[in-house]
């Protein structure tokens, strides 16, 4: 039998007081030492039944690479070669999937040690994989010995948008040979690793080593084209075999109360696009300014309410995070829950706006709040159901983040006709990714909504599947 | 863009001058846009490493040689950098475009196209193309004397251009001499609508000024266009900076517009908006400025 250790090998942190004075990494991941430590716990379920296997949307084979960590105990390099090749099989951007995905609801969730102890470490195990990877060059050489086996087919696929979803659906069609193109709207590539997620959970750097890969199998990108004004899909249809449409749910929803456009109060894309994008934490050393006031007050409690908690934080600013619900309704990850409180975020919870309140220069100074309570009836997605309680609470900010989620883009689809779309702006697609327009495909946040990277990655590996089917097909 | 080999492809500028005081003209290389752009329509142009994203305005192109032109007016950091740094031959970073919804061609009848500034740049594609369609359209340009730009271009475009230079008084402050502006403006346009008929009034420059303008015409009742300058980060409509609010709705200007109804625009709403940077704006401009000295340059 093996033995079982309950509890997990932790990972080093920044120290609060050094953190918050930078936006630079908080978590330094594994050693070596420690992740071979962390390996040593996993009880290698058989693969056809690991649980963690079904909990991860891509099903990367977990007890496959870390078994490749156990039996190369002496030589960390092949170690680290066997488990990448193992984690690439099914996704091509681990060191992001490793620090970014919600782990406690997917593989970790389901991770048997978890019922007696804490669940086996996966996702810090990948990212360990992934960096250690990167740090000493095996990452190149894996893709290398891949390049060698690509044989170039002589189609063109367009991929319009540089996300997650786009980046893995590209890099998959380039690997089955085909000739890949890229149309980003944003000067950067990356979608929201880019421009939403900031720093201190995913630095830029590691992003950049991950598009260099993309350069290297061939892949174009061509920033700075915004799909549906610079060309559009029945254009970019006459001249590609077929498309595939990532373009993410970017348009940030806006609360429809009095006083929302009071300066002072910014959606959490545009305060997130100033401080990643536009580096606008360095002005006037960058040239973009942002204003943070003494309070800043975020409405929402998703990983991006988190994100720009911790930004206006890391701006020198007292934070508090207003939610309509409770504690136990937040969706954003635990890990970055943890980091916010630990940090000095605030919290107030049952609080609803209804009315942002200006001074006379029309620069928001307080927030008015109806007080909300829980009820017993739960919703669709079993969360319980609030309402007002007629008592009112007024908190007074000069800075307001409004984090209550996003919706796709208008562009694209009011530029392209018979693009079915449903009425909340997400793309209509059948089993296969394939939108109503035949040769046309989508994945990610531009059919699900807000939703996840490791999804968004996923429905890019499977579109490309779909794509070399289609077009198998087609030319047979 | 990257390109195969993961190297950028940039702008390149083919022509720049300054075509009047604070007035420069960027000639750029940029097929993408150059090929699809349309009067009324925008880009989106980062010129420096760690610049900042700017909305600026496609004036001319020729879509087969694959080139733009811009007008900047010499405002804040980025667009002195600009002037004093970009030479002919350079490359600049990024035009992204084109954005924004273009304007109506639609047989309005008599227009009256003004403006403000280096507005008038901005009214330039778009008046020549209401003239071409059969409109019968008169454009206005109000600014300081120095700055008088495109007058010949205008000339052979429109039915009939006006030029109102306003005097640059040494002793007034740049405020009052703005509002010598502002004055010159609604009593010219006052002038013509008392003494002609006119079916459209189209009108770019600050929004102040676009709102002192509107408040004349809105007397004679006849319908008015303005294009919007919010503030603006991607120009794509992902972000709400450029919202502005519009018959009591919340739009986007980069994708609803810039082209809105002015008797439907929170005119002080957004002169507020407008504002909300101006005082890292100017400890921007004058760091640059102070590095400008330390090298010499000024
Ligand atoms: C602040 C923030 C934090 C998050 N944190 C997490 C997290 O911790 N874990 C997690 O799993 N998920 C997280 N998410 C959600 C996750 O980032 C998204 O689900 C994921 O990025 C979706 O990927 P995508 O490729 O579909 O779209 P995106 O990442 O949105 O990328 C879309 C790309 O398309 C481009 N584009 C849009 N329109 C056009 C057009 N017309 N032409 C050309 N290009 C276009 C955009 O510029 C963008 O680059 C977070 C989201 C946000 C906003
Ligand atoms: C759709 C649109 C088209 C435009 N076309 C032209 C044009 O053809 N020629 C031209 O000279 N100007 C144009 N402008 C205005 C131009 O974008 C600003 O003058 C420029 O951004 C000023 O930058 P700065 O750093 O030099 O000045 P700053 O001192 O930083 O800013 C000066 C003023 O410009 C405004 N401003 C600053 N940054 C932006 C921004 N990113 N978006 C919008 N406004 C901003 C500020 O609010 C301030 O009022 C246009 C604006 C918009 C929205
Ligand atoms: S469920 Fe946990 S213990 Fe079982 S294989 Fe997966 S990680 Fe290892
Ligand atoms: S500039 Fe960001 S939405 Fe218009």
Redesign the pocket.
Known sequence: MPKLIKERVPTPERPVEERIKDFDEVNLGYTWELALKEAERCLQCPVEYAPCIKGCPVNINIPGFIKALRENKDNPRKAVKEALRVIWACNSLPAITGRVCPQEDQCEGACVVGKVGDPVNIGKLERFVADYARQHGIDDELLMEEIKNIKKNGKKVAVIGAGPAGLTCAAELAKMGYDVTIYEALHEPGGVLAYGIPEFRLPKEILRKELKKLSILGVKIKTDHIVGRTVTIPELLKEYDAIFIGTGAGTPKLLKIPGINLNGIYSAN?FLTRINLMKAYKFPEYDTPIIVGKRVIVIGAGNTAMDAARSALRLGAEVIIAYRRGEEDMTARIEEVQHAKEEGVKFMFFVNPVEFIGDENGRVKAVKFEKMKPLEERDSRGKRKIIGTGEYVTVETDTVVIAIGQTPNRIIWKTTPGLKVRENGTIVVDENLMTSIPGVFAGGDAIRGEATVILAMGDGRKAAKAIHEYLSKKSA | MFTNSGVFIMYKILEKKEIAMRNTWYKIYAPHVAKKVQPGQFVIVRAFPNGERIPLTPIMWDREEGWIVLVAFTKGKTTMKMAMELKEGDEILNVAGPLGNPAPMEKFGKILAIGAYVGIAEVYPIAKAWQEIGNDVTTLHVTFEPMVILKDYFEKAVSRHIVEPVKIDQEKSFQENTKNVTKALTAKVKELLDNENWDLVFMVGPPGDQKAVFEVVKKYGIPMKVDLHPI???????????RVTVGGEVK????DGPEFDAYLVDWDELIHRVGFYSKLEKLALEKYMEELKAKGVI
């Open positions: 545009e | 603006m980060v991607d120009g794509t409509g992902m972000c709400g900076a450029c986007f200007a980069c994708v």
